[in-house]
């Protein structure tokens, strides 16, 4: 990555923290799906599928100046495989258009050295993938093995930063392979995070044994730099809840390929209103509103937006639509961030 574009992120990224201190009124994040589909079928992944049509162009163009709009400071973009959209890069231009930050989360698959460098042109700044083990298994084909040749690509080409995002919990078979990646993320000059996992009776568990150890390595990796591992996580490995304010519906939005605004990829159907019709009101109410599943939330990013407003505005407003039982459901499938289907 050149010099000169590491400068220009720092200095966008500042603007985006100052921006998001000094007023509460529009979104800090917001999190765009411009394609269901996926040219994988991960065995815990309930965001994707395989008939679905990309969201035309035109259609994503009016998303993204409405979100442009309502303030909005970053984009993340994910699936289903968004590199399977014909037009990614032209929606990732029209991003940068408006000023907003860009990320994209891929399952690295349709990678090229032509496609990463067609990304570079178009103006993307970060990119997230997901890998889920060393050797591909029936559950996820997410690997090393297949990806390899792929991020060297992107550490030879790519002028956007590179997050490498292993998981561990829940059952997955070898979680000392987390480490492996995320030693090759830092071999390669990328960053690297760790997602935690549920079981699949949708409960979270504190992580023990191996799992634990894992866990406690990949902090320590973080302190050369290139690990992230949260304080959210930090409680979430000893079972015990977070006690936070979700602003999802206000700082962070989950627009799904049909236009409609959600709290999250797991909290689909709330508030459920259509882009266009999102308004400053809209975003006043959920800023107020206490989101029942939040004590053993898994979404990192909204964790990490919610840390602009944690000291001030206490949420007043009773949880609406979900019940318990649901916000369990919420947090059934593996951790993303942003991971966001990936
Ligand atoms: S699952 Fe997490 S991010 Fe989604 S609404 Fe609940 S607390 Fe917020
Ligand atoms: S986890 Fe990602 S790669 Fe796997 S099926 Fe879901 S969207 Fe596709």
Same mark, same amino acid.
């Given at each position: ?18 921006? *998001?201190?000094?007023?509460?009124? =529009? @979104?800090? &994040?917001?999190? #765009? +799906?411009?394609?269901r !589909?996926?040219?994988?079928?991960? $065995? ?11 969201v ?22 994910? *699936?289903?495989?968004?590199?399977? =959209? @014909?037009? &990614?890069e032209? #929606? +990732?231009?029209?991003? !940068?258009?408006?000023?907003?930050? $860009? ?31 060393v050797?591909p ?9 297949? &990806? ?55 409960t ?18 973080g ?19 977070n ?21 999250c990829?797991?909290?689909r ?9 999102y ?64």
């Amino acid at each position: 990555m050149k010099t000169s574009t590491k400068l220009k992120i720092y200095w966008r990224e500042f603007k985006f923290l100052a921006k *998001g201190v000094f007023s509460t009124r =529009h @979104p800090v &994040l917001a999190h #765009i +799906i411009p394609m269901r !589909r996926c040219n994988l079928s991960c $065995t815990y992944c309930n965001e994707y599928d395989d008939v679905s049509k990309p969201v035309p162009v035109e259609e994503m163009y009016k998303r993204l100046d409405k979100l442009a709009a309502l303030g909005t400071t970053a984009v993340i973009i994910s *699936g289903g495989e968004p590199l399977m =959209h @014909p037009d &990614l890069e032209k #929606i +990732i231009a029209r991003i !940068r258009h408006h000023k907003m930050l $860009t990320c994209l989360i891929t399952n690295g698959y349709l990678l090229t050295r032509e496609r990463i460098e067609a990304l570079n042109r178009s103006g993307l700044e970060y990119m997230q993938i997901s890998i889920d083990n060393v050797q591909p298994d029936e559950v996820s084909k997410k690997s090393l093995k297949v &990806l390899d040749r792929k991020l060297q690509w992107l550490s030879e080409v790519a002028d956007f930063r590179v997050n490498i995002n292993s998981v561990i919990g829940g059952g997955i078979k070898n979680p000392e392979e987390a480490l492996l990646i995320g030693k090759r993320a830092v071999e390669l000059g990328f960053s690297s995070s760790l997602g935690i996992i549920h079981d699949g009776l949708g409960t979270l568990k504190p992580l023990k044994g191996l799992e634990r150890e894992v866990f406690f390595r990949m902090k320590a990796l973080g302190k050369k730099g290139h690990t992230r591992v949260n304080r959210f996580q930090d409680n979430l490995v000893d079972g015990k809840p977070n006690q936070w304010n979700c602003r999802a519906g206000a700082r962070y939005l989950y627009i799904c390929e049909d236009g409609l605004v959600h709290y999250c990829s797991q909290q689909r159907g709330y508030p459920g209103i259509p882009l266009e019709q999102y308004s400053a009101a809209d975003i006043k109410r959920e800023y107020d509103t206490k989101k029942a599943c939040a004590p053993y939330c898994t979404i990192a990013c909204v964790h990490q937006v919610a840390t602009f407003d944690n000291k001030r505005n206490p949420q007043h407003l009773p949880a609406k639509g979900m019940v318990e039982k649901e916000s369990v459901q919420a947090i059934r499938t593996l951790y993303h961030i942003a991971k966001g289907g990936q």
